[in-house]
């Protein structure tokens, strides 16, 4: 059992919206530390797609945006392409656990 | 800038698994970076066992922590990972990363190297 709770999977069709949740408590999210994402395609390298709640990183497209409310986060892809279909992690930090946290990750199929 | 695992793909059970990453187009000595070890057992989701800065501080899961010791070679621009008593479950892929931080624990990880896959078992 994950500390951030996403969906198991999400999918959409080509060119469509999709958006995967992450859900934290008061204890991380809701504390007010920020919220990470990553993108990870099988035996690839994972690689970060937005930092601290929103921002992203030089050469991931704007077609990735991310949120963060309360104990809740969510990453939001537009114009969904075959290139899109990966698992994706949230990632906070825990002042309970004093421990860095992952969501157990999504998976993002593109019908 | 490139990171890159290496370290043996079996490790029997008790005994202590060894990781080196070696950092190549960055200096590991850079102000603001640590350096971290991730972890992905199979068919499960990515677990933090730590960072390290070039000056030796260093963060680790409570969970971890009893059992290891992360190190740092500016010489050869190298950190590594060493767990100890490990069994089946430590089994994963092992992951290095770059790490943004001036200490705050709002890091994240931002450039990641391919990952090593080590196998607990007798």
């Known amino acids: 059992q994950s500390v951030l709770t996403q969906p198991p999977s999400v999918s959409g069709a080509p060119g469509q919206r999709v958006t995967i949740s992450c859900l934290g408590s008061?204890?991380?999210?809701?504390?007010?530390?920020?919220v990470h994402w990553y993108q990870h395609l099988p035996g690839a390298a994972p690689k970060l797609l937005i930092y601290?709640?929103?921002h992203r990183p030089s050469g991931v497209p704007d077609r990735f945006s991310a949120s963060k409310s309360g104990t809740s986060a969510s990453l939001a892809i537009t114009g969904l392409r075959g290139e899109d279909e990966a698992d994706y992690y949230c990632?906070?930090?825990?002042?309970?656990?004093?421990?860095?946290?992952f969501g157990g990750g999504t998976k993002l199929t593109v019908l | 800038l490139q990171l890159h695992e290496s370290g043996p793909g079996l490790v029997k059970p008790s005994e202590t698994l060894s990781l080196t990453c070696t950092v190549s187009?960055?200096?590991?000595?850079?102000?603001?970076?640590?350096w971290a070890w991730i972890r992905q057992p199979p068919g499960k989701g990515l677990e933090w066992i730590g960072n390290?800065?070039?000056?030796?501080?260093?963060y680790y899961s409570p969970s971890l922590e009893s059992r290891l010791t992360i190190s740092v070679d500016t010489s050869k621009s190298q950190f590594s990972l060493r767990l100890t008593s490990v069994t089946a479950a430590d089994t994963a892929i092992y992951y290095c990363?770059?790490?943004?931080?001036?200490?705050?624990?709002?890091?994240?990880?931002?450039?990641w190297g391919r990952g090593t896959l080590v196998r607990v078992s007798s």
């Open positions: 990363a770059r790490t943004p931080s001036n200490g705050d624990p709002n890091w994240y990880f931002d450039l």
């Open positions: 008061s204890s991380n999210v809701g504390a007010g530390y920020d």
């Open positions: 601290g709640n929103t």
């Open positions: 990632q906070s930090y825990d002042i309970t656990l004093s421990d860095s946290v």
């Open positions: 390290i800065y070039f000056t030796g501080s260093s």
């Open positions: 187009g960055f200096s590991i000595t850079t102000t603001n970076y640590y």
